[in-house]
């Protein structure tokens, strides 16, 4: 974006002076305002809201600012860094649905809040907060439940981000598979959609959908 707006700006600086340039320098203005700075809040407020201290915060932000100078990051710019850390899949997909989880105002960004408040619960959230996250994520419809065919495009996505290194292995599930039998298991009334609460119990109570969650775990 700063090679773009270095461009534009000495397009401006030698180009013409017809209508034509006139209009170049009215998108040049318009793209400046589109990348003004975002300033996060103060961060006592985030210390309150989230499971990190002040100093934590301020090394956290430093790298953030590194990443994404305007303070925030588009879903392309996710995709490219998420990419980064799982070269041996195709991690485009998953990480689309992990980004929507991240932007919950859901404006097509994460601010630097968004991102370590998403962080906080991950890292050092109680299981309950981590559960609610999940939840989140495999509702992919975000209409409040959890659907067959949602749950597996999420697993869906991880094999193809992580296949075969994939830890723990599940007997050589095949995603639909493994899709299926999740769902039997946590659509406890058998009505087609798993609720929040059914999720949450069957992930307290059932040690092999823990296990079987925390090979999601490892790739959030």
Known sequence: MGQTLKRLRQ?????????????????????????????????????????????????????????????????ETFKEIYSQFFPQGESGTYAHYVFNTFDTDHNGTISFEEFVLGLSILSRGTITEKLQWAFNLYDVNKDGCITREGLLVIIQAIYDMMGRYSEPVYEDLTPKEH?????????????????????????????????????FDTVL
């Open 11 to 75: 397009k401006r600086k030698f180009g013409n002076t017809d209508t034509g340039q006139v209009r170049s320098d009215h998108e040049l203005d318009d793209l400046e305002m589109q990348v003004v700075r975002y300033k996060p809040d103060g961060l006592d407020e985030l210390v309150r809201t989230t499971n990190f201290t002040k100093k934590e915060l301020q090394l956290m932000y430093r790298g953030f600012k590194q990443e994404c100078p305007t303070g925030i990051v588009n879903e």
């Open 179 to 215: 899709a299926d039998r999740i769902f039997r298991k946590m659509d406890l009334n058998k009505d087609g959609v798993i609720t929040i609460d059914e999720f949450m119990d069957s992930c307290k109570r059932d040690e092999n959908i823990k296990k079987s969650m925390s090979m």
